[in-house]
């Protein structure tokens, strides 16, 4: 009993009336209930009460000289949180109760006042407050959850993506340090490359995937000798059959790592022609990854277009006119005419 009594001294009621006879009546039912009571005379009144106090429950009057107690409790609903209130009232009128419960009233209590119907009405409110308060907490946690959750996984998923391209562009620059005459190749492949996907459309994923491919689709050249690879002049037959071998060199050194992105197959089909005339597969058409076709043609563009160790650069009007000739042939024609747009129309330079 004596617990009892100490937990329900916590909760703190205003009491607003103007008649005094009634504040009295209902203080002393619920200072005997065990709550801390406080009382005032007006709205006016109220309001400096409820500064600097801390209520569970505002008991007001509805009829009182000056301000009415429904608009003291719109404003109190409207400044504090968590105050649960009751309306008193000399009218058992529905339409008014009606007009209560839209605002947020839990109850209201006709006069003359009953002690019981005055402490049921206060037990049940408070009760209804206590547990809309545990429910709100309990939604505000979870949604904090879940929002923390999120927070961490999203950022776990920014570290592994940046630790994924770091890989990526240090073997990037591994291929580029034993073959400098297509130093950069690869960065101005994968840059090409990831425009027209831009341009195509492609989702994000798709444009990250044929962007870092891109990065290291000649990784496989890494098996090739490097006077082979560096040679002036023409290739014999069989220099040229090992530099054949490179996109599955580099399929068979990235087909076990888990990308994001289909990267190993990307490198595999690099050399794949839309009409099956590539290697080393010689599949055609939409058996070759979109990505890849892009990469090949961005490949092509970006090859003709600089210097080799056997020519100097022909020129981008070379290069463009080589794959606009050969769309629809040995080139996926909407990935062409993107490309052949994207450095006439777009301004797009290496
Ligand atoms: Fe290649």
Do not use: C
């Given at each position: 009993m004596m617990q009892a009594n100490q937990t329900k001294n916590r909760k703190s009621i205003l009491i607003v009336d103007d008649e005094e006879s009634i504040r009295q009546v209902m203080q002393n039912i619920l200072e005997m209930e065990g709550y801390h009571i406080e009382t005032a005379s007006s709205a006016d009144d109220a309001r400096v009460r409820l500064e600097g106090n801390s209520f569970q429950l505002i008991l007001s009057d509805i009829n009182m000289p000056g301000e009415s107690g429904l608009d003291l409790v719109r404003y109190v609903f409207d400044k504090y949180d968590n105050i649960a209130?009751?309306?008193?009232?000399?009218?058992?009128?529905?339409?008014?109760?009606?007009?209560?419960?839209?605002?947020?009233?839990?109850?209201?209590?006709?006069?003359?006042?009953?002690?019981?119907?005055?402490?049921?009405?206060?037990?049940?409110?408070?009760?209804?407050?206590?547990?809309?308060?545990?429910?709100?907490?309990?939604?505000?946690?979870?949604?904090?959850?879940?929002?923390?959750?999120?927070?961490?996984?999203?950022?776990?998923?920014?570290?592994?993506?940046?630790?994924?391209?770091?890989?990526?562009?240090?073997?990037?620059l591994t291929v580029e340090t034993r073959d400098p005459y297509t130093a950069g190749h690869q960065r101005r492949v994968a840059n090409l490359a990831?425009?027209?996907?831009?341009?195509?459309?492609?989702?994000?994923?798709?444009?990250?995937?044929?962007?870092?491919?891109?990065?290291?689709?000649?990784?496989?050249?890494?098996?090739?000798?490097?006077?082979?690879?560096?040679?002036?002049?023409?290739?014999?037959?069989?220099?040229?059959?090992?530099?054949?071998?490179?996109?599955?060199?580099?399929?068979?050194?990235?087909?076990?790592?888990?990308?994001?992105?289909?990267?190993?197959?990307?490198?595999?089909?690099?050399?794949e022609r839309y009409d099956g005339s590539g290697y080393p597969n010689g599949i055609s058409k939409d058996d070759i990854l979109l990505e890849a076709r892009i990469i090949s043609v961005a490949d092509v563009v970006e090859a003709i277009a600089s210097h080799r160790p056997y020519r100097p650069s022909l020129g981008i009007d070379i290069a463009l006119e080589e794959i606009s000739k050969n769309a629809g042939i040995t080139y996926d024609p909407d990935v062409t005419k993107i490309c052949i747009e994207l450095f006439k129309k777009k301004g797009f330079t290496f």
């Open positions: 209130a009751i309306m008193v009232t000399a009218v058992d009128d529905p339409s008014l109760a009606e007009a209560m419960f839209e605002i947020g009233v839990y109850d209201y209590i006709t006069k003359p006042i009953s002690r019981s119907s005055v402490i049921i009405s206060v037990k049940n409110a408070l009760h209804r407050r206590e547990l809309e308060l545990s429910n709100k907490n309990y939604r505000d946690g979870l949604e904090k959850m879940v929002t923390d959750r999120t927070t961490s996984l999203q950022s776990l998923m920014h570290q592994l993506r940046e630790t994924i391209d770091g890989v990526i562009q240090t073997i990037a990831r425009a027209i996907a831009v341009e195509m459309k492609l989702s994000n994923e798709s444009v990250e995937g044929t962007y870092l491919a891109g990065l290291i689709h000649d990784l496989g050249k890494i098996s090739i000798p490097a006077e082979i690879l560096s040679k002036p002049g023409r290739l014999t037959v069989n220099e040229f059959n090992l530099i054949k071998d490179h996109p599955r060199t580099g399929f068979d050194i990235l087909k076990d790592i888990k990308f994001p992105w289909p990267i190993a197959n990307l490198v595999l089909q690099h050399h």
